[in-house]
Each structure stands twice: as structure tokens, then as C-alpha cells.
């Protein structure tokens, strides 16, 4: 036999109730050692499922329908069948040394004490001003003290439905079981409308005990506020009510495993989050820690009870964030249910399905997108993408060269266009050295598992990752490995072929972090499987240095981004027609994580601009280059603010193919992204960096010309610019000729390192 079974009657529309019921019951009595049995009519799966959030040992049963339908032609209201349908269940629990019947509209408010003594068959609290009737809500049963004459006339009440319907379930238990002789105390029942007229302390009540029509779920009874908030304060978030539990030192080891178990999954979750879960998950998204935005998305499902809307959008992208594919599949089909966000939820389903490389499927949504919206721009690029992925991908050119994977990030047709141009530049510099190389086209966000680096294995010589700013958290985030490239640690370890990474560089911006292990962890696995990583700043290979140990440190090198020497590997520019009177300085300002380059000071930044170009004028025509359609933005901005007319020169989309004659014909380019500063100064142009990142300090450091770069929070701004640009529009032959010499001493780093890779390569050829 069994100890203790607590019995909770209830039905959906009682739902919320009986969740309080269950975790007022664990949190006020933590180290009872009892089994939940939720006796009920309706409730479905998922609401069964909900219950288990609250206590350890919680098992719901329906209560059998024929049996409802018979006693619901005595009882006063239909619901209250349920009632007497589970007081007669549990009576019937002969397994059991002990049944607690409670009502799901109570909450338990301290320890059960005399409950759990009770000696009679049964017991109960009787009404106060009727003592010889016994109170609903709360009863003590001991079946094994039930007599058999006793059992067989509940069984008939059962069978046959006939009851005096006075009292619901606590009127039969009497008529069959006897009035007891010694009723327990009224603080194991206290009716709210007792103690509303009562002067009571929460703590000198064990159970509290909601009756009438209106329930506290349902928005209460009018003149009951006060004694209902004493059911709100109950309504626990689950991830509370398990923190709760484990901290607690009454709590039985079962139910510690239980809330541990439980809570674990949003550890990083503080409590003040619990709160205010919308706003834990977008500052989770704007710090890029990806994972703490997974965990305060779950919760919010957990707070609502349902996975719908919003809340599974949410759920479905950071789920995708974190490479838990199967649960965003799920989050975002049900997201897709909501007219108004399916064409999002379908576009992020395509981006998910064409990271796992099943284009099948990623084209499906994207197209169920497009149905939805027809001008939906994002899910456009997705299809776009889809096809030509599609038609790159796994396929090696034909011929006698070495066949080289390129894992980079491919941007699409308008993309930013330093990383257009990124690509071509790493390919440009290694065929000097390797020849005429059969590269395979592999996107960094696309899953690089086990499968694939076995393909790799078997079809290609070599892999080269890079170049760019791969170590970043937020661009294409995802679980596997915390940075741009997704690729998994037993795919590193898997590989047999020479692994280069390069150029890469480490791309954190001011105020930002890598979250958790798996970057550390990841970076430490890719620098041990590699044949040589050179990264494109030395403030990258400090960094990246640090974080892979002493063991690991000498293998990482410095290798520049070598769209610093793109001018020597492709050849000049093709000369742009001059037919401007004046120089020409091109600005470039970059918009992609705004609050992480100018802080609360863009209005003084766009003043400074404007001073700097009132004081070119009749010296130099300033113009705007655009690396991306956003970075067109300063040219509104001027024009609003200051009254501030330049044009734009776009080097994005259709304007890339004339990027470099375009960049070519300038004197100087003020550059804020790194490629506006880098791709110059490649083909020869004299460059002034506006440093909103620390990669443009370390390229300058690396170069030698530190004095070419001015802080976008520098109080003297537009003065310091003025200054800077002012003296290479004095003396371009000078300025040019400092360009030439450092790019030289970049050229003669990047030779030794193709060099020290085609070796690599040749070496692992000849092998086999």
C-alpha cells in the first residue's frame, strides 16, 4: 500500500486553477512525499502536460463519460457530476493508506498537519453555521477503513446515478460514510467569503478555498479583491516556482531533482528577467547572445501555455539561431498559422531549410512567402539564393589544378560590397601562387557537418576559410559554433585535408561579446585542425591568441585582408573619364549596428560632417559612397539637418562592376566601414578611416599610419577631418606614394603566407 494520493477535481475550464492549486500544494509542502492523481472530464494532452510543469508526481485520468452522463441528471449544476464522480474515485483508491480530495479553485497555503492524521474513514470541515454538513472543497479519505456495506453503496450511487444532490460529492460521502465525529479545523477549508469578514493572516491558513461562480481566473467577484490577491500571489512564471522549490531546504530529494531538472534549461535567465520576458529576449538579441534569447523565448511559451503568433515566432527564430533545427521547424509552422506573420515565418523557414542545404524545401517557403506578399524583398533574396546555391553547390571544376573549398560569406546581388569583392580578392591571391586553382564554392552559413567534411575529404585537396570578419556572433548566428562559419567541432576534427584560414578577422564592435563556451571552444578546435591560420590584423591575432592558449597560439599569424593589395594581384583600376573641376572625396558611413558606432551621439556626428564639408567647399567635391543601399542614409541626413547637398556614387548591386574606377578617381576616401578604408587603399587611393571599430585602428597600426584615422567621437571631429584630408588634397603624389610603399610591405606578408599554404597543399597532393 501506498502513503498519501492528493486527488485534484477539475475540468479545462478549470484549468488555470488547478495549475495553482498543483504549485501552491509542491511550494508550500516541498518534502511531502505524496502522488497526484487529477481526476477530470475534458482536460486534453497538453494541458495534462502543463500540469506536470508544477509538481513531480502528477498523473491525470478522465473521468469515464458514461458515468458523468448518469450523475449529471442529479446534480445542481452539470459540472459538479466531476465532483462527485472523482469524491467516489477517490474512495476507491484501495492502493492508497491515505486520499486528500481537494477542489481545483483552492490554494494551499501551508503544511497539510492534521490532514495527514486523520484516523477515520472520513473527514472533513463542516459548515460553520451548519455544523452538521459537511463543507465542499477539501476531504480526508482512508479507503482502507472503508467497510465493504460502505463501498458497495458507493458503488451503487456510481452505478445508478441516485443521490441526494445537497452538498455535491461532500453530501454523498456523508449519507454513505457518516458525519464526522471529529471535523478538521477550518483553516484547511476557510471559505473566501469566511475570510473576507475575517481577520485572519495569510499564515494562520492552510487552504483557501475559492467557491461560488465567479473564479479568480475568470476576473473574480466583486467585493473579494483583497482575498483573491492572495490567489494572484501564487501565480508563479514555472521557471520561479522550480527556482523556488530548489532553493528550498524542506524540499524531498525527489522534488529537487525535479525543479533542478526543470529549472535548468534557463539558467541564464535572472530572476528580474521572469518579469519582463520581451524585453530580456530583445536585449538578449541586441548583445547577440543567442542562446539566453532561446531560453527567454521558451519562457515566454511556458508564461502564455501555448506556442502561437508571436510567441512562436520568437521561439522559431531563435531556435534557428541556435541550430536547433527540429524546434524551429515546429515554432515556425505554427507561426505560419498567423495571417499577418506567416510571409515572416516562411522567409525564416527558407533561410533554415537552405542552411541545411535541403533547397527543395527552402524554395517551398520561400515561394509560400512570396504568395503572401508578392513584395516581400526578403523572401525574394531567399529564393534567389535558394537557386543559386542550388546549382553551386558540391561542384569541382574540371581540369588538373588543386581543388580548393572557399568558405566565405557569399552575399547576395546588392550586397554590402566589400564583401562582393572580398571573395574575388581571395582567390586572386592564392592562384598567384597555386595557379589555376578549381575552386567549390561553400557558403559559411550553410551547416558544415560530419557528411560534409567527408565529401571534402574525398573531392577536394584543400579548404580555405575566409577571408572577412567571420569572427562575429550576430551575423548569421548559430549554435554550432558561435561565429559566422557553420561548422561543427567533429567536422574540424573529421577533416583530412589541409584546412587554411584566411584573412579572417576577429570583428567584435565596442560593447560586444562572445556569449558563453562554444566560440572559444570552436576556435580552439579550428586552430588545432588547421595547417595555417593567418588572420588580417595583429589585434585579431592577439585576441584570437588569447583565447586559444599558449599551446595554440603560434599557429595563429598575422596575414593582411588582401583586398589591401588587390591593386597588385588584378592589375590597376580601369581610369574613370575625369570631368569633375574639383577633387574629389569620397565619404562613407556606415549605419549596420548604429548604436554600437555613434552611441547617443549621431546628431553631433552628422553636425561634424556637415562642418567638415562646408569647409572643403571651393577646395574638393565631397560625395557619398554607398557599400550597401543603407549607407546612403548620411546623404538625407545632411540635406535634413544642415541643409548639406552631396551626391551619391553606389557601388552596390549593378554599380559594383565599375566600383574600382569609381573609387579610383577619387583623391581621398573617408572611410567608416573597414573595406571603405581597405579596398582604396588596395588599388592606391589615400584613405582617412573613420574608426568606429577597432579593426580600422588595427589596420592602421599594422600599416604604420595611425595618423590616418579619426574617432567618430572625437570632440574635434569636423576640425581633425578637415585637417587630415586637407593635407592629401595638398600634397596626393606624397600621400599616394606613403600608400604604395606600406601596401608593399603588406604584399611581401601575403607572398610568404601563399607560399607557406601552396606547400601545405602540394604536400598533401603528392601523398596520395
Known amino acids: 500500500m501506498t502513503g498519501t494520493t492528493i486527488v485534484l477535481i477539475g475540468s479545462r475550464e478549470y484549468r488555470e486553477g488547478l495549475e495553482v492549486a498543483l504549485a501552491s500544494l509542491a511550494r508550500s509542502n516541498p518534502g511531502l512525499d505524496a502522488d497526484v492523481l487529477v481526476l477530470h472530464e475534458d482536460l486534453e494532452p497538453g494541458?495534462?502536460?502543463?500540469?506536470?510543469?508544477?509538481?513531480?508526481?502528477?498523473?491525470?485520468?478522465?473521468?469515464p463519460a458514461e458515468d458523468l452522463t448518469r450523475l449529471a441528471r442529479h446534480a445542481s449544476t452539470p459540472h459538479r457530476a466531476a465532483h462527485v464522480m472523482g469524491a467516489l474515485r477517490a474512495a476507491d483508491l484501495e492502493g492508497s493508506e491515505r486520499v486528500i480530495v481537494l477542489d481545483a479553485d483552492v490554494v494551499v497555503l501551508g503544511g497539510l498537519g492534521a490532514l495527514l492524521e486523520t484516523t477515520a474513514p472520513y473527514a472533513t470541515v463542516m459548515r460553520p453555521k451548519a455544523p452538521g454538513r459537511p463543507l465542499r472543497g477539501v476531504a480526508v479519505l482512508r479507503p482502507d477503513l472503508i467497510d465493504a456495506a460502505e463501498r458497495a453503496r458507493l458503488q451503487e450511487v456510481r452505478a445508478n446515478g441516485d443521490y441526494v444532490h445537497q452538498d455535491e460529492e461532500a453530501g454523498v460521502l456523508a449519507a454513505v460514510l457518516g458525519t464526522p465525529d471529529a471535523p478538521l479545523p477550518e483553516i484547511y477549508n476557510l471559505d473566501k467569503r469566511r475570510a473576507a469578514g475575517l481577520d485572519l493572516a495569510a499564515d494562520d491558513v492552510r487552504i483557501l478555498h475559492f467557491s461560488g461562480r465567479f473564479k479568480p481566473w475568470h476576473g473574480g467577484e466583486h467585493g473579494f479583491e483583497a482575498v483573491e490577491d492572495l490567489w494572484s500571489r501564487e501565480v508563479w512564471h514555472p521557471i520561479a516556482h522550480w527556482r523556488a522549490l530548489a532553493a528550498d531546504a524542506r524540499a524531498s530529494d525527489e522534488m529537487l531533482a525535479f525543479a533542478e531538472d526543470h529549472a535548468a534549461p534557463y539558467a541564464l535567465l535572472a530572476d528580474a528577467d521572469l518579469e519582463d520576458l520581451e524585453g530580456a529576449l530583445r536585449t538578449a538579441r541586441a548583445d547577440g547572445d543567442f542562446e539566453r534569447a532561446y531560453q527567454a523565448a521558451r519562457a515566454r511559451a511556458l508564461e502564455a501555455g501555448t506556442v502561437v503568433g508571436q510567441v512562436a515566432l520568437d521561439l522559431g527564430t531563435t531556435a534557428v539561431a541556435t541550430s536547433r533545427a527540429d524546434d524551429a521547424r515546429v515554432a515556425l509552422a505554427l507561426a505560419a498559422a498567423d495571417p499577418e506573420l506567416a510571409p515572416r515565418a516562411w522567409t525564416v523557414l527558407a533561410q533554415l531549410e537552405w542552411t541545411y542545404r535541403d533547397y527543395d524545401a527552402a524554395a517551398a517557403a520561400a515561394v509560400a512567402a512570396m504568395r503572401l506578399r508578392p513584395a516581400d524583398l526578403h523572401a525574394r533574396r531567399r529564393l534567389e539564393r535558394v537557386e543559386r546555391t542550388r546549382a553551386e553547390d558540391g561542384v569541382v571544376p574540371a581540369g588538373d589544378g588543386p581543388a580548393i573549398g572557399h568558405v566565405a560569406f557569399y552575399v547576395d546581388g546588392d550586397g554590402n560590397y566589400g564583401d562582393v569583392l572580398l571573395p574575388v580578392a581571395v582567390r586572386a591571391s592564392l592562384a598567384h601562387e597555386l595557379g589555376d586553382v578549381r575552386w567549390t564554392t561553400m557558403h559559411a552559413h550553410q551547416v558544415f557537418d560530419v557528411e560534409r567534411a567527408r565529401w571534402a575529404n574525398e573531392h577536394l585537396d584543400a579548404i580555405v576559410v575566409g577571408g572577412g570578419g567571420l569572427f562575429l556572433p550576430d551575423t548569421s548566428p548559430n549554435g554550432n559554433s558561435g561565429?559566422?562559419?557553420?561548422?561543427?567541432?567533429?567536422?574540424?576534427?573529421?577533416?583530412?585535408?589541409?584546412?587554411?584560414?584566411?584573412?579572417?578577422?576577429?570583428?567584435?564592435?565596442?560593447?560586444?561579446?562572445?556569449?558563453?563556451?562554444?566560440?572559444?571552444?570552436?576556435?580552439?578546435?579550428?586552430?588545432?585542425?588547421?595547417?595555417f591560420v593567418g588572420l588580417r590584423n595583429h589585434g585579431s591575432v592577439n585576441a584570437v591568441r588569447e583565447i586559444v592558449g599558449p599551446e595554440l597560439a603560434d599557429k595563429v599569424t598575422f596575414l593582411p585582408c588582401v583586398t589591401t593589395v588587390y591593386g597588385q594581384l588584378a592589375g590597376p583600376a580601369p581610369a574613370a573619364p575625369r570631368s569633375e573641376p574639383l577633387p574629389i572625396v569620397l565619404l562613407n558611413i556606415a549605419y549596420d549596428r548604429q548604436s554600437r558606432r555613434f552611441g547617443e551621439g549621431y546628431g553631433r556626428f552628422v553636425a561634424e560632417l556637415a562642418a567638415f564639408i562646408r569647409a572643403l567647399e571651393g577646395r574638393a567635391e565631397v560625395r557619398c559612397l554607398a557599400h550597401t543601399r543603407e549607407d546612403e542614409r548620411i546623404v538625407g541626413d545632411l540635406r535634413r539637418s544642415h541643409g548639406v547637398e552631396i551626391a551619391t556614387d553606389a557601388v552596390y548591386g549593378p554599380g559594383s562592376e565599375d566600383a574600382l574606377a569609381t573609387i579610383g578617381r577619387a583623391t581621398v576616401v573617408v572611410g567608416m566601414r573597414g573595406h571603405a578604408s581597405m579596398i582604396p587603399f588596395g588599388i592606391g587611393v589615400p584613405i582617412v578611416s573613420l574608426i568606429s571599430h577597432a579593426k580600422l585602428r588595427y589596420f592602421l597600426e599594422d600599416i604604420g599610419h595611425l595618423e590616418w584615422g579619426v574617432e567618430v567621437d572625437d570632440e574635434r571631429l569636423g576640425d581633425r577631418l578637415t585637417e587630415v584630408v586637407g593635407a592629401i588634397l595638398d600634397e596626393p603624389a606624397r600621400y599616394r606614394a606613403e600608400v604604395a610603399d606600406a601596401q608593399e610591405r603588406l604584399r611581401e606578408v601575403v607572398d610568404g603566407a601563399n607560399g607557406r599554404i601552396a606547400a601545405a597543399i602540394d604536400a598533401k597532393r603528392v601523398a596520395e
Not at 47 to 63: G, M, N, S
Not at 506 to 522: D, L
Request: hydrophobic content about 45%; proline content about 5%; glycine content about 4%.
Open 47 to 63: 494541458d495534462a502536460d502543463r500540469l506536470a510543469l508544477w509538481h513531480p508526481r502528477v498523473t491525470a485520468r478522465t473521468l
Open 483 to 531: 561565429w559566422q562559419w557553420n561548422v561543427t567541432d567533429e567536422a574540424l576534427e573529421a577533416l583530412e585535408i589541409p584546412l587554411v584560414v584566411y584573412t579572417v578577422g576577429y570583428n567584435i564592435f565596442p560593447g560586444q561579446r562572445f556569449h558563453g563556451t562554444r566560440f572559444a571552444e570552436s576556435v580552439r578546435t579550428l586552430v588545432s585542425a588547421a595547417a
